[in-house]
């Protein structure tokens, strides 16, 4: 399973029977997208994509937004550097409501309101690295995002790790396996075995 290539569509809210291709959901992406590296709808309504080096900013799903390119921008439109090859993951955190976007071992905070169409905070406060803030949350970090309950989880690879908001650790019995604990999916064999 990688997390980062999953698409589950806070389009409908129901899962689709089988895969679907990337341009199901957002037709206004190249056809040649075959998966993202992230995703975020900001506060107004428009919808972050990421893929390798460049994003999408698309309003209502399905039309990107004016002044964009169907080749998407650079990721250093964003104020991202420019050596930066993709992004991990992207999510919107409950405790503060802000954005981040983290790459290898790095995050910063993403103002989606400052500029066309969004601007990291500069320097000297960000770049931050995720293990002196995140405590527990290994890197690269696959996905994240934050349940209606304000819940963080962070993937990687089959496991997740759900993070405490309060003592901004990993929360202790975790890593846990995904498939089992977030999809609702179990082991024929395991089940098998009782």
């Known amino acids: 399973m990688t997390w980062s290539r999953t698409v589950t569509t806070w389009i409908s809210y129901q899962f689709r029977d089988g895969p679907s291709p990337i341009t199901y959901y957002w037709p206004a992406l190249p056809s040649y997208i075959n998966y993202i590296d992230g995703g975020l709808e900001r506060e107004d309504g428009l919808i972050y994509l990421f893929k390798d080096a460049r994003f999408w900013l698309l309003v209502h799903n399905i039309k990107l937004q004016n002044g964009f390119r169907k080749d998407g921008m650079p990721l250093q439109s964003l104020g991202l550097p420019k050596n930066l090859r993709k992004i991990d993951t992207i999510f919107r955190w409950a405790e503060n409501k802000a954005v981040y976007i983290f790459a290898g ?18 320097e000297p406060n960000y770049p931050r690295r995720i293990k002196d803030t995140w405590m527990g949350i290994p890197t690269p970090v696959r996905a994240a995002f934050t349940q209606l309950n304000g819940d963080t989880l962070f993937f990687q690879g089959n496991n997740y790790w759900e ?6 650790k990993s929360r202790e019995g975790f890593p846990k396996q995904a498939n089992l604990h977030i999809l609702g999916c179990f082991d024929e064999t395991i089940n098998n075995k009782e």
Do not use: Q
């Open 105 to 122: 071992d790095w995050y910063w905070k993403l103002d989606e309101t400052e500029g066309p169409y969004g601007r990291v905070e500069p």
């Open 163 to 168: 993070f405490d908001n309060i003592a901004m």
